[in-house]
């Protein structure tokens, strides 16, 4: 027998766990049943006028040995019972939350094909970013072009959006730069062939990652991501290469926190002021 409460392996007909005291129920009935047995032997060998007398006294005893006897099977059974109605009820809670997503996933993704379909980018990154900013229970998770979306095509807006500003004469804010320049280092850097490769295998695969045409229009905003890197905010190859690499983890993640600590450089080389 192998205690459920410390893990200390005893013999079965043990009415207890020797180290931590659990109570082990098959083994408390069967030495009640023993005990019982034993009294009934005894009480053959006894005169008559001592089984009257002996009934009284084990009568007495055996009341008492029941009673916490009882308690503890039916607290027992109290508790798997518990356990039960909370599997159930954690059962119910998930094919709630299934059919809720089902439902809003039906409702909205013929709208999201249809931008998609009509290269509307922006209306489903804006869609997107109003869900976590209502702190909406619903993402776009399921929806198949997720990944060129919101991993590629937004970190492409996030630089585009530099660029458009500085055309149109206006210096762009030090949001603007926090945006564009992780963005950036990621296109430019980080999003490399094998990369690209890997996430096509996976659509094909489960349906999930970068169709073949996404993966050429991918290709264009790492282009474009590293014109803006090196004309729009004054990087030198060597330069954008090293702070890739600090941004790069020991497991081949990217990681963010040494881009938003070069903000600063940029706005001040650019002369834009914060």
Not at 130 to 140: I, K, M, P, W
Request: a negative charge; aromatic letters at 14%; proline letters at 4%.
């Amino acid at each position: 027998m192998i205690c459920p409460n410390c893990g200390g392996d005893f013999a079965d007909w043990a009415p207890k766990c020797p180290y931590c005291g659990n109570m082990n129920y098959q083994g408390a009935e069967k030495q009640y049943m023993d005990q019982l047995e034993t009294l009934r032997q005894d009480m053959e060998e006894l005169p008559e006028a001592s089984k009257e007398h002996y009934r009284k006294g084990i009568g007495g005893a055996v009341k008492k040995m029941f009673r916490p006897l009882l308690v503890l099977i039916l607290a027992a059974v109290a508790i798997a019972a518990l356990g039960v109605l909370w599997e159930q009820y954690q059962d119910r809670k998930y094919e709630d939350r299934y059919l809720r997503t089902h439902a809003w996933e039906k409702e909205n993704f013929p709208q999201l094909n249809q931008w998609y379909e009509a290269g509307e980018y922006d209306k489903i990154v804006e869609f997107s970013d109003r869900l976590v900013e209502e702190e909406s229970e619903f993402r776009l998770n399921n929806w198949e072009h997720t990944v060129f979306v919101t991993d590629y095509y937004k970190p492409y807006g996030d630089c585009l959006l530099l660029r458009r500003t500085l055309e149109e004469g206006e210096i762009p804010s030090w949001e603007m730069v926090m945006d564009a320049l992780p963005a950036g280092i990621f296109l430019a850097f980080y999003t490399t062939e094998e990369r690209l490769e890997e996430k096509a295998e996976e659509m094909e695969k489960w349906g999930y990652g970068l169709t073949g045409d996404e993966v050429l229009k991918v290709k264009e905003y790492c282009l474009a991501a590293r014109a803006v890197l090196y004309e729009n905010m004054g990087f030198t190859e060597e330069e954008a290469l090293t702070l890739s690499l600090e941004c790069i983890d020991e497991d081949g993640y990217m990681r963010y926190a040494p881009c938003y600590d070069y903000v600063d450089i940029v706005m001040e080389r650019m002369g834009w002021e914060r």
